[in-house]
């Protein structure tokens, strides 16, 4: 499997280290890495890491500037993108077909191919504007998998809440790492399968 891994300047870098993380531990799967300056910076603040660190864990990295890159063309195979965090502005970018950098051209060729583009945003509250701007980039194909907590497992960390999340993005790509816990019904229990 080939993945395109997009992180972008809204706050939640750890969405997009944790996927990659996830994703290194499988050798099945080649990745790969478009940061935009914003993220990098995120990261330092947000972050115990640093892009260098974030760069080591991908596959292959890539230059948000190099719109040349082999993943700004159709033509490269890949089974999808996953932008986390999305910022408003990459959002824009996708919605509106604004391929000015090489993350938003990777993003439009994944809607133009039909391929799976998984978007998340991290932006709170949103206007009306930031919901017009959802609303098309999934009229255009993009999943919209904002990191909305899941309360019913019992988080006792935010580890545990970024956690559930990459796992329910990956389930939207037939990958488990076992990290969902998942609904069994009132009468259930939450399992870790």
């Not at 996830?22 to 914003?38: A, F, G, K, Y």
């Not at 890539?62 to 033509?75: E, L, P, T, V, Y």
Request: aromatic share 4%.
């Amino acid at each position: 499997m080939r993945l395109i891994i997009g992180m972008s300047g809204a706050s939640g870098v750890i969405y997009g280290i944790r996927l990659l993380q996830v994703l290194q531990q499988e050798s099945d799967i080649e990745t790969h890495l478009v940061m935009s300056d914003s993220a990098k910076l995120n990261i330092a603040i947000e972050t115990d890491w640093n892009a260098k660190e974030v760069n080591a864990m991908a596959t292959h990295v890539h230059s948000n500037k190099d719109i040349a890159a082999i993943i700004a063309s159709g033509s490269f195979k890949s089974d999808g993108m996953i932008i986390a965090p999305c910022s408003i502005k990459t959002l824009s970018a996708v919605a509106n077909c604004y391929a000015d950098s090489l993350m938003a051209r990777a993003a439009d060729v994944m809607l133009k191919e039909r391929r799976r583009l998984v978007l998340v945003p991290r932006e709170t509250p949103l206007h009306t504007g930031h919901c017009e701007l959802l609303y098309r980039a999934s009229q255009n194909g993009a999943i919209i998998a904002p990191p909305m907590p899941a309360h019913y497992i019992k988080p006792q960390s935010v580890d545990d809440l970024v956690d559930h999340h990459v796992g329910r993005i990956l389930d939207l790509f037939d990958l488990d790492p076992g990290l969902v816990k998942r609904w069994q019904g009132i009468q259930g229990k939450v399992t870790d399968d």
